[in-house]
């Protein structure tokens, strides 16, 4: 097994950058045979084979662009949906903890009383 570290910053930058230049292109080209195909077809001689050619690479780099920038921000969007969630896990546990406690002190005197019941 290899020492380095798992999670190495310097590394993750690197592999952010790489990844957005990539779905930056993806997109671009994608785009550009998508619109392409689509004007093809609304032109007068819609020529199905161009426009197949064209549009299904240009749809799927599109697809492919968008994956990996989503990819490339998951960081970004895990950090958000926290600071979203927090405040109400927070809220939600101060509100729920008197009746834990008032539940977990009537099972712990249960507890206790069928042990003593058990030393009889």
């Known amino acids: 097994m290899n020492n380095k570290e798992y999670l190495n910053e310097e590394q993750y930058k690197k592999t952010k950058k ?8 993806l997109l671009c080209i994608g785009a550009v045979l998508a619109i392409s195909s689509i004007v093809i077809q ?4 819609s020529n ?15 697809m492919i662009g968008i994956f990996l920038k989503i ?4 960081r970004e969007i895990s950090a ?8 109400v896990a927070k809220e ?3 509100k729920m903890a008197p ?4 539940a977990a002190k009537e099972i712990a005197k249960g507890v206790k009383e069928g042990l003593k019941d058990e030393d009889k």
């Open 18 to 25: 790489k990844l957005n230049i990539i779905s930056n292109i």
């Open 42 to 45: 609304m032109t007068e001689s």
């Open 48 to 62: 199905a084979m161009l426009m197949g050619i064209l549009g299904a690479p240009g749809f799927f780099m599109l």
């Open 71 to 74: 990819t490339c921000h998951m």
């Open 80 to 87: 958000f949906t926290t600071q979203q969630q927090m405040p």
């Open 92 to 94: 939600g546990i101060e």
């Open 99 to 102: 009746s834990v406690g008032v």
